[in-house]
């Protein structure tokens, strides 16, 4: 039945996908990516709490790169909001 369904289950659906995830990660140290990606992450050196972890700047960019790569139209989607996906998003929450 539908309602039997655990709402958590749907959490971590990207899970099934963590490959491509990898791969998309592993296009980050060998593709040129935008400056916007490195500059926009520069800023996060000076804040407080985030010049305590190691690796922030490349952390920040890393993150940027995964959601420009993620955020394609998915030409299923019935709206203009769901450029991400559901799975995409839950992801790069995680």
Request: hydrophobic share 30%.
């Amino acid at each position: 039945m539908e309602g039997d369904k655990n709402p958590s289950d749907e959490n971590y659906e990207f899970c099934k996908d963590s490959a491509n995830y990898e791969n998309r990660l592993k296009e980050f140290k060998t593709e040129r990516y935008n400056d916007d990606i490195k500059t926009g992450s520069n800023d996060f050196l000076s804040d407080g709490i985030f010049t305590k972890i190691p690796y922030v700047q490349e952390i920040c960019e890393q993150f940027k790169f995964l959601y420009n790569k993620l955020n394609v139209f998915d030409e299923e989607s019935v709206t203009v909001n769901k450029f991400l996906g559901e799975k995409n998003c839950a992801f790069l929450n995680y």
